[in-house]
């Protein structure tokens, strides 16, 4: 009976902290009957990440493993001039989205100029690698800040973070061990839950930076018109890490949930938060 009420008070204990540090972060709260159900989920999924929070790594341990990650990435250069205008907007734009994070990380932007790189994916540390594929899907300023401010919050959520812990765990393997991880670990996306925060804390990053909702609408619609017909899901991200590529369009959606999903989603935190449809900029770059 002993061991029961003690096991009882751990998880109480646990909920208790994931309550706290809850209603302490900073992001937005949402009004209405829906709030409660929302900062409930919040709780809930806050104190399943209790144990991994505890022995979280320090910011200057994910910096340097995503430099070195990110090292092969920076080594690429662009000789075309439109891609090199590309590599400049994806820069500025980021910069704008990123200064409105909670960490205070040195968040960085590595533009792929491989027509057939129709990805985007972050590293520890604050790293973002983004596709010339997926860049000339797009159409505004705005979408891909959407998309930008959704890899940016992986980064903020510590979802990189927890990500590299995990595989840690899995090999046993020590922080110098972590150095060596393939940037494929992180291509392969994340828990269905963890991509739909994601959705919803980079939109409102890019909201806050000055962008349109619309953008964050529209960049779902341009996913699901690229959606592949036979959509096979992969079964287990982590699983599939290893697998060469991880660029193309159906490697994108193996890795993500349904864009209708993740639109309708979005559209209902536009509705909660009030969030005028103002007008979008058309992306100014060489094509």
């Not at 929302?38 to 709780?43: H, N, T």
């Not at 927890?162 to 150095?179: D, H, V």
């Not at 529209?218 to 699901?224: C, D």
Request: aromatic content about 8%.
């Amino acid at each position: 009976m002993t061991t029961r009420w003690l096991v009882l008070g751990v998880i109480v204990l646990a909920a208790g902290t994931a309550i706290v540090y809850g209603l302490r972060r900073k992001d937005h709260v949402q009004a209405g009957s829906g709030a409660l159900w929302g900062w409930i989920g919040e709780a809930q999924h806050e104190a399943s990440r209790v144990p991994a929070a505890a022995t979280r790594l320090t910011d200057e341990e994910e910096i340097r493993i995503g430099d070195c990650l990110a090292e092969w990435q920076t080594s690429r250069t662009q000789t075309l001039p439109a891609d090199i205008e590309w590599s400049r907007t994806v820069d500025e734009i980021g910069e704008r989205v990123a200064a409105h994070a909670r960490r205070r990380l040195p968040y960085r932007f590595h533009y792929v100029p491989q027509d057939h790189f129709f990805n985007a994916y972050a590293l520890p540390g604050g790293h973002v690698v983004f596709g010339k594929g997926l860049a000339l899907a797009l159409d505004t300023d705005d979408e891909l800040a959407a998309i930008l401010g959704h890899e940016i919050a992986h980064v903020d959520r510590y979802h990189c973070a927890e990500r590299a812990q995990l595989e840690a765990a899995s090999r046993s393997i020590p922080l110098g061990g972590l150095l060596t991880l393939p940037a494929a670990l992180f291509k392969a996306g994340y828990t269905k839950d963890q991509e739909l925060e994601a959705d919803r804390y980079g939109t409102t990053l890019a909201v806050e930076a000055g962008y349109s909702p619309l953008g964050a609408v529209h960049a779902m619609q341009v996913l699901a018109k690229h959606q592949p017909r036979a959509d096979r899901r992969a079964s287990n991200p982590i699983q599939e890490s290893g697998d060469a590529g991880l660029d193309s369009v159906q490697e994108y959606f193996k890795s993500h949930p349904d864009p209708a999903l993740r639109l309708q989603a979005i559209e209902a935190l536009i509705r909660s938060q009030g969030w005028l449809p103002s007008p979008e900029r058309t992306l100014a770059h060489g094509s």
